[in-house]
Structure formats: C-alpha cells, structure tokens
C-alpha cells in the first residue's frame, strides 16, 4: 500500500484546474493568431483604392496577377518539402520497426470452414468453385495376375498341395501354363 489513492472529490478538483488551465492557453493561442492574421494582411495585402482610368485597372490586374503567380510557386514549393518530409517520416518510421525487431504476431483462432466455403471468401461470390478432390485424382487400373487369380480361386491348400504333389501335379503345372 505505498501508493496511495486519491479521493475522487481530490480528481475531480485537479481535472478541473487542468482543464481551465488548457481553456485559457487555447484563448491566449486564438487571440495570438488572429493577431498575427490581421500584421500579414497589412503588410501583404495594401488597402484597394479604386482605379479611375483604364489603364489604372490594366496596371492593377497586372500587380495582382504577379502576385498571384510568386503565391502559387511558393504553394508549390512548400507542397513538395511536405510531401518530401511526410516520406521521410514514413522510411523512419519502417526503419524503426526493422531496428525494434520481429513483429508481434496476432493470435489466430481456429476457424472450421470447408475449402469450398474458403474459396468462396476469397475470390467472393461470383467465383464459384468445387473443390472435389477425389474427382482431380489420378485413375490407377489395377493389373490382376492369373497367379495371384488362382491363388484366391483356391480354398483349401491341403486339396492344393495334393494335386501338386508327385509328377502328376507337376505335369497339371506345366499344363496348366502353356
């Protein structure tokens, strides 16, 4: 018990302070910008005083039209340190998941589902594919040979070795081949 806890009322009063606190500092932020909004105004933007001739308006759609281009190439330029950083940033950032070492790999849960109904999640609905496997076997016939036919067409071995016995058996053998 070295640590001690506070009473809710002690958090409520500090969450509190705190959050007036940040209330004034964004007042304070919002008055600086409008401040800073108004001198670049006054200095990038003179009062328009209305031109009486023709070609007073001609010189004056020129001035803006100037600097219309020098804002654009500056855009331009800031919008390409941007899109350079924002790379940089993300090479660092790979580079520090390499450095930190292997990824936390996320446990999986077993998942009962039928390569059929796999296949279907993957490739979605409009691809409908039956994976029976027994039919992508290969056929294999079976070559029976007439030895192994007679040795299952004979039921008793005595009666077998019987007539096998003595040069009768062996003259129904070679019969028997030929």
Request: hydrophobic fraction near 35%; charge should be positive.
């Amino acid at each position: 018990m070295s640590e001690k806890k506070m009473s809710s009322s002690r958090k409520h009063h500090l969450k509190s302070l705190m959050l007036s606190i940040a209330k004034g500092l964004l007042e304070e932020e919002e008055r600086e910008r409008e401040v800073e909004r108004e001198r670049y105004m006054e200095e990038n933007c003179p009062p328009v005083s209305m031109p009486r001739s023709m070609q007073e308006l001609q010189e004056l759609c020129r001035q803006i039209h100037h600097k219309i281009e020098v804002i654009d190439e500056e855009r331009y330029d800031l919008d390409l340190k941007v899109n350079k950083s924002n790379k940089e940033i993300d090479d660092l950032k790979i580079k520090v998941q390499d450095l930190m070492g292997k990824f936390k790999k996320p446990v999986l849960r077993k998942v009962r589902m039928s390569a059929d109904a796999m296949l279907k999640a993957l490739l979605g609905s409009k691809h409908t594919v039956n994976m029976d496997l027994r039919a992508n076997l290969k056929q294999v016939k079976k070559e029976v040979k007439e030895e192994d036919k007679e040795l299952r067409d004979v039921v008793d071995w005595r009666k077998n070795i019987e007539d096998k016995s003595g040069m009768d058996g062996r003259k129904k053998m070679f019969e028997g081949e030929a």
